[in-house]
């Protein structure tokens, strides 16, 4: 089993910056993909943007130049850097680990993080 946590969110105005961070514990050796989605009001849980454990990372659109992903596997914790923040950003944020536990694809999510863009 792997556990994720979130933290970092809160409340920024626009064009401000905030820093989620996703911690991971238990099995994180089998951790292959780590992501970050969003869910905003009324709308659907959407990636925002993934790393793999090879560094590869992908963005969605609405966040290309302005997010960074990142991961440092020493403390098995990933990253996401927001800046310039708009107000089409708020939503809860969830943090994702992925990968094969016991011959398995598993995925475990942790319970989301709240980030406001507000004036």
């Known amino acids: 089993q792997v556990q994720v946590v979130e933290s970092g969110g809160g409340t920024v105005q626009p064009g401000g910056s905030l820093r989620l961070a996703c911690a991971a514990s238990?099995?994180?050796?089998?951790?292959?993909?780590m992501d970050w989605h969003r869910q905003g009001p009324g709308t659907p849980r959407a990636l925002v943007a993934t790393i793999s454990s090879g560094g590869t990372k992908v963005y969605a659109d609405s966040v290309k130049g302005r997010f960074t992903i990142s991961r440092d596997s020493t403390k098995n914790i990933m990253y996401l850097q927001m800046n310039s923040l708009k107000p089409d950003d708020t939503g809860v944020y969830y943090c994702?680990?992925?990968?094969?536990?016991?011959?398995?694809?598993?995925?475990?999510w942790g319970q989301g993080i709240q980030v406001t863009v507000s004036s």
């Open positions: 994702k680990a992925g990968g094969v536990i016991d011959g398995t694809w598993e995925n475990y």
């Open positions: 238990g099995r994180v050796s089998s951790i292959s993909v």
